[in-house]
């Protein structure tokens, strides 16, 4: 194994895969009936892979390496002259980025098996050692707004490779067998799934990533089987590389990724078009040093460890995503500023009315201004994201997006103020304590759960997210529990609310006329 650490090592991205490993996975793969008439390994490092499956198919015509490596593509070379099937094999030294491997695939017999371990890095991370080992730039899932622009757009480059491969082999008889992350092989199902791609079956068998790599990730062998005029929406998951019985299926049903397809299949009932209890995203503002404080006393201290005097009106009780997660929820010492009460509000009338607060911004200005994600451009100074009427709510259910811990929590304010939360937290705004505390038994449920396990997926590096929550249909999740006639109550008044326009708020979340002064 190769360490991340070097420099090298870094820019191709690569975990070179031990040949006892390649090898189980040849023959894993013939005892479920492959065999290919040609191979090919499109960044094959020092060509274990390509080596293994000469080895173990005998079907094999054609043999195909690509790799940019020099060192590797000679090493992988000698490897070749020195075996009598030499005349099968091609070893292109090349980046698979630049070279035309459609013109390559068209000569090889069928069927075609791809096969390999892609580089483990991100187009960013490569972007930043400089290398030049990395695609055509360019937003390649189709993001817009606001997730390109939050670096959604930012992918794996084995992603990329195994996008490009299963497009090039649409319409053949081929398999695809690739190391890759879990989260990566997801992502190109989803693809695939979404693009209709003739994929007749595919499988991802996980593999201990920390044993055979020291890399603390999650990954597997992701295998997909191709054949003209197929249409197989769903995957097998096994829990390790060689298990002969899969723990679940996930798919794509209904225009979603599914994460369990029989828990999806069961409470699929209870998805609905979410337009009464809307889930948010706490408030994202990228500097934690200026933006969150402690109070001691009178006064509060920043993460500079800068004792500030600034104005009460502006500075909010907050909690943070680990401690939603373990309940540590009555409102602790840390305090956030929020100078909007909507995104884009104008926040020069903060110099007017809190001037406190104002100079302390100004006083921290190159670390507010210099923040690099291009959500800040052209707004006003100091803004802030996720922030809207709804982050003033007096109570709200909560829940942390980080960790593998589906509990929501019921939040009050704090001393009158209503508590915020950072951006890695989801809630939805209740008017009351009633309401709030109802609401979250009823997504601490267990059918809330098992409908829950339908789509989260607890490997993924934010498992909960906004998107997820929504899909349960909270009148429906009411009915099924016996609750329906409570629930209506809440969602008729909050439907009718919404409707005139007017929003009630308890005496414990009275705001002052200077906040809501445009």
Not at 277 to 289: E, F, L, Q, T, V
Request: net charge neutral.
């Amino acid at each position: 194994m190769i360490s991340r650490s070097h420099p090298k090592t870094s820019e191709f991205g690569d975990f070179q895969t031990p040949a006892a490993v390649t090898q189980t996975i040849c023959r894993l793969l013939a005892e479920r009936g492959s065999a290919p008439a040609s191979v090919i390994e499109p960044t094959c490092g020092i060509g274990n892979f390509l080596l293994s499956a000469l080895n173990e198919f005998s079907s094999v015509k054609r043999a195909l390496g690509i790799e940019i490596n020099q060192t590797y593509a000679d090493k992988v070379s000698a490897a070749v002259r020195a075996r009598p099937d030499s005349n099968k094999v091609q070893i292109v030294r090349d980046s698979f980025f630049s070279i035309d491997v459609g013109k390559l695939l068209r000569d090889l017999p069928e069927p075609i098996l791809a096969i390999g371990n892609p580089p483990w890095i991100t187009n960013s991370q490569l972007s930043v050692l400089g290398s030049a080992n990395v695609p055509t730039k360019a937003n390649f899932q189709h993001y817009d707004g606001l997730a390109a622009l939050t670096g959604k757009s930012n992918f794996d480059i084995s992603e990329w490779i195994l996008v490009r491969l299963l497009e090039l082999l649409q319409g053949r008889r081929a398999e695809l067998a690739m190391l890759c992350k879990t989260a990566v092989a997801r992502k190109m199902l989803l693809h695939a799934w979404k693009n209709h791609i003739n994929l007749a079956g595919s499988e991802i068998r996980a593999i201990d990533a920390p044993a055979v790599f020291g890399a603390a990730v999650d990954a597997c062998l992701l295998f997909c089987s191709l054949v003209p005029s197929s249409s197989a929406c769903d995957c097998q998951v096994f829990r390790q590389l060689e298990d002969r019985n899969p723990e679940t299926s996930i798919g794509f049903h209904n225009g979603l990724l599914i994460a369990d397809v029989a828990a999806f299949n069961q409470w699929r009932h209870l998805i609905g078009e979410e337009d009464v209890y809307k889930w948010r995203s706490g408030i994202k503002h990228d500097c934690a040093k200026v933006m969150e404080l402690r109070k001691e006393g009178s006064r509060y201290r920043n993460g500079l460890e800068e004792v500030l005097d600034v104005e009460d009106d502006y500075v909010y009780p907050m909690l943070k995503s680990s401690e939603l997660a373990n309940g540590r929820i009555d409102g602790g010492n840390r305090w956030m500023v929020v100078i909007q009460r909507n995104v884009g509000d104008d926040t020069k009338i903060i110099r007017h009315l809190a001037p406190k607060t104002w100079k302390y911004l100004e006083e921290h200005s190159e670390l507010l201004d210099g923040r690099v994600s291009s959500i800040y451009r052209n707004r006003p100074r100091f803004s802030v994201f996720g922030v809207g009427e709804y982050s003033f709510s007096p109570w709200k259910v909560a829940i942390s997006g980080f960790y593998s811990n589906l509990h929501f929590a019921a939040i009050g304010d704090d001393g009158g103020k209503p508590m915020v939360f950072d951006d890695t937290c989801y809630f939805v705004a209740c008017y009351n304590e009633e309401e709030a505390k109802f609401v979250a038994s009823l997504l601490n449920a267990p059918v809330t759960r098992e409908f829950f396990s339908a789509f989260i997926f607890w490997d993924a590096k934010r498992p909960v997210t906004t998107d997820v929550l929504q899909r349960l249909n909270l009148l429906a999740l009411a009915r099924e529990v016996g609750e329906g006639d409570r629930m209506s109550g809440h969602w008729e008044k909050r439907k009718s609310e919404a409707s005139s326009g007017q929003r009630e708020h308890s005496h414990r979340c009275e705001l002052s006329d200077i906040l809501i002064i445009r």
